[in-house]
Nanobody, 126 residues
Framework: QVQLVESGGGLVQPGGSLRLSCATS????????IGWFRQAPGKEREGVSC????????YYADSVKGRFTISRDNAQNMVYLQMNSLKPEDTAVYYC???????????????????RGQGTQVTVSS
């Protein structure tokens, strides 16, 4: 059974940091590109960051470039999203998704995710 379980969300003040984790099981992580998508109430889903199956290629949405860093550990079946300098507009539910695709840019821009976790809430507020 394919599972992606996000953790690490919470309430943080503007300018603060959070590290999201995605624990995967039930499939071979190294065969999939992984993405972090987010969705805020009343807004469309956004592909925040995506990383290739081998970790060599990454993509970041303009809205998070320079502030967020995606990484993966295929041996531990884990994927991470380090979020720094958080802004109120980063408030959303963040989802970890897996997709078999070579273009991480396409995965994020088109928000492609065959497998998806339940999400973790990130709230940035003073």
């Amino acid at each position: 059974q394919v599972q992606l379980v996000e953790s690490g969300g919470g309430l943080v003040q503007p300018g603060g940091s959070l590290r999201l984790s995605c624990a995967t099981s039930g499939f071979t992580l190294g065969h999939y590109a992984i993405g972090w998508f987010r969705q805020a109430p009343g807004k469309e889903r956004e592909g925040v960051s995506c990383i290739s199956s081998n970790g060599f290629s990454t993509y970041y949405a303009d809205s998070v470039k320079g502030r967020f860093t995606i990484s993966r550990d295929n041996a531990q079946n884990m994927v991470y999203l380090q979020m720094n300098s958080l802004k109120p507009e980063d408030t959303a539910v963040y989802y970890c998704v897996a997709h078999q695709i070579s273009s991480v840019r396409s995965m994020c821009v088109m928000t492609l995710g065959f497998h998806r976790g339940q999400g973790t809430q990130v709230t940035v507020s003073s």
